[in-house]
């Protein structure tokens, strides 16, 4: 510790209190820091039975051995229990290589590579020059609001009132809010695999349980609604469900999402996320239904939706949550403690782009249109490499292969393949073409390919797969 010695003096004052305080280093240089005071406001209890007078200094002598002092770098148990998110940390990489000067074929973000349609982008921009900038309700604008309640019943077949809305930054944050807003430590949050990579992280920041349950590529990666019976329980509290499916591409068919209907209607604390963000990207004879619209399921389902993908909004982050008030009324509580509404001129863009007509209108069937031609292309390519497993996707703009007949070849000059994350880092070493391994979305035998890119770029990077793969031969007879 530093020596501390008191300095009398005769001055006083008698109404303030005159500290002179000098800090003597090892080098014997001084400084001073005057403080005042109002006598009453201070004391050293140490010194109460002696008269001091009112002025005086303090001279501190510091020791030349100092203690270090050490910084507590913990983080929350609920942070360390989240892992990154690989879709990011893939496309952040290939983003980073193609800025060195790599001509890396980036197909690992689920990004549309359109331009916002141009309505929707003269709606937003005419927000700036009228200057709508400003603050809107937290919940969403009136407006935005009432335009999806007309969506939603006039597409899905689902009735709300604006109060049972809230408009988010993105449909991402949208299914947080309501995994946070329902779920208590220790709930069961049920998640269908191959999933989308964030669904089992937002459980574990609620801290609830993430219960993984397995699908087949020989059944379309669709949930068996036995294995979902079999499963639950008194702690099973949100059922997610993604349709048309990332990273699959799968649709549930009214008639397997009836089935699980009357399961969730058996178990009273089972709510069902119903995540609807590919609604309008599938391809005929598919179509979609929301879960919310099926005989009793209005009251459990919590219908997540948005803009980034069928309007190429993705920079714009805009999406929403609909269902019962007291949920919905939870989860505006969440964000107006977080971020607060979304931003005005996106809602703006946003009315624009429900006010294109039915379903999109012209602008997201053309776009559908082309996803569609890529969809067919990457099938029949892939089709052609030995030992290659696809489930053709209904929907979305993805593409999950199985892959997994080359686990365990040898490469040259890499080494064993021997999972789906070595066989990612394998394509994207030889082939640079980046892509998603299936493991961050709890299927290791698959890897997931995005087609949101043009035909041309899927034409190149087709070719150089099956260029980096030809010379491994399966190690599983097929």
Known sequence: MAGFSLQGSSSISSKSTHLGLELLSDSTSLRSISISSQPRNFSFKSLETTRMPQSYSVVVRAQSSSVKMEIDTSLSPRVNSVKPSKT???TDQATALVQAGVPVIRLAAGEPDFDTPSVIAEAGMNAIREGYTRYTPNAGTLELRTAICHKLKEENGISYTPDQIVVSNGAKQSILQAILAVCSPGDEVIIPAPFWVSYPEMARLADATPVILPTGISENFLLDPKVLESKLTEKSRVLILCSPSNPTGSVYPRSLLEEIAKIVARHPRLLVLSDEIYEHIIYAPATHTSFASLPGMWDRTLTVNGFSKAFAMTGWRLGYLAGPKHFVAACGKIQSQSTS??????????????????????????????????????????????????????????????FSSYYGGEAEGFGLIKDSESLCRYLLDKAQVAIVPGGAFGDDTCIRISYAASLSTLQAAAERIKRAVICLRPAVPV
């Open 88 to 90: 990011v940390a893939i």
């Open 341 to 402: 509404g979304a931003s005005s001129i996106s809602q703006k863009a946003g009315v624009a782009a429900l006010g294109l007509g039915y379903a999109g209108g012209e602008a997201v069937a053309t776009m559908v249109s082309a996803f569609r031609e890529r969809r067919d292309f990457l099938v029949k390519s892939f089709r052609e490499l030995e030992g290659v497993k696809i489930s053709e996707p209904q929907g979305a703009f993805y593409l999950f292969l199985d």
